[in-house]
């Protein structure tokens, strides 16, 4: 992978005048440890070795190859979405920032480098308060769906305690709460939220004794637990590839 020293445009391998420009791609041969770096990077088998290689990767010297490198590191530690290797693109970026500051800050170019890197932490700063804005809203939306969950089962509880048939508010409270553990790999979810939802399921069993008949309610809170412990299984064995 290159880009135009000029304007920023994604290159071929090989081209050696901007497409997009017209300006004339220079060091070109230089950039050979840069493509080298990415065909092992694409070779890598698993989330470590890619998270690895981008970190003891060598920043190098010349200004055409550090510029062709700070464009790759911005652009991939956007668009990443596996937090070890978002990490260590991260550091990488902010390593090779200080390596052009130091080498060739009393260079005008150094000021698409320092352009590079600040448009770049904008960017970050921006999709960051966007993550935890979504997180918020999710989280209060899944907190109130077990809310809801729990109350339709404890009104199904004073209905089936007062001699009323209340089999399918058990029903639905079960699947509410159901649903919303099963919703929480989408979300990755922290610890803390596959805990919340242990706890509700044992609540569900609590409340499943307080039925003249609660094997629904102790089948659905079987359930939810089931859902909870195998996603939470997911989670981790997706966050150690």
């Not at 070779?43 to 690895?52: F, I, L, N, S, V």
Request: glycine letters at 6%; one cysteine or more; proline letters at 1%.
């Amino acid at each position: 992978m290159a880009f135009c020293t000029n304007c920023g445009k994604e290159l071929s391998s090989f081209t050696v005048v901007c497409p997009a420009c017209g300006c004339e791609v220079q060091g070109r041969q230089a950039a050979d440890s840069v493509r080298k770096f990415y065909v092992d990077i694409t070779h890598a088998q698993t989330t470590k070795e890619k998270a690895d290689l981008i970190k003891n990767y060598p920043i190098p010297n010349t200004k055409e190859d550090i510029f062709e490198f700070m464009m790759a590191a911005s652009s991939n530690v956007l668009r990443e979405e596996e937090k070890e290797i978002y990490e260590a693109w991260l550091i990488k970026l902010e390593q090779t920032y200080q390596k052009a500051e130091i080498l060739f800050s009393g260079d005008g170019d150094f000021k698409k480098i320092q352009q590079i890197y600040n448009n770049c932490v904008e960017n970050i700063e921006a999709e960051n308060q966007r993550k935890i804005n979504i997180f918020v809203f999710e989280t209060a939306l899944r907190n109130g769906i077990f809310g809801v969950g729990i109350v339709i089962l404890v009104a199904a509880v004073i209905v089936d305690r007062t001699g009323g048939n209340a089999s399918l508010m058990e029903l639905a409270g079960g699947i509410v709460l159901i649903a919303s553990a099963a919703g929480l790999v989408r979300r990755q979810s922290a610890s803390i939220d596959y805990l919340v939802s242990a706890v509700i399921g044992l609540l569900m069993l609590w409340l499943a004794s307080m039925f003249y008949n609660g094997a629904l309610v102790q089948l659905c809170a079987g359930i939810e637990l089931i859902v909870t412990a195998v996603n939470y299984f997911k989670s981790r064995k997706h966050s150690t590839k």
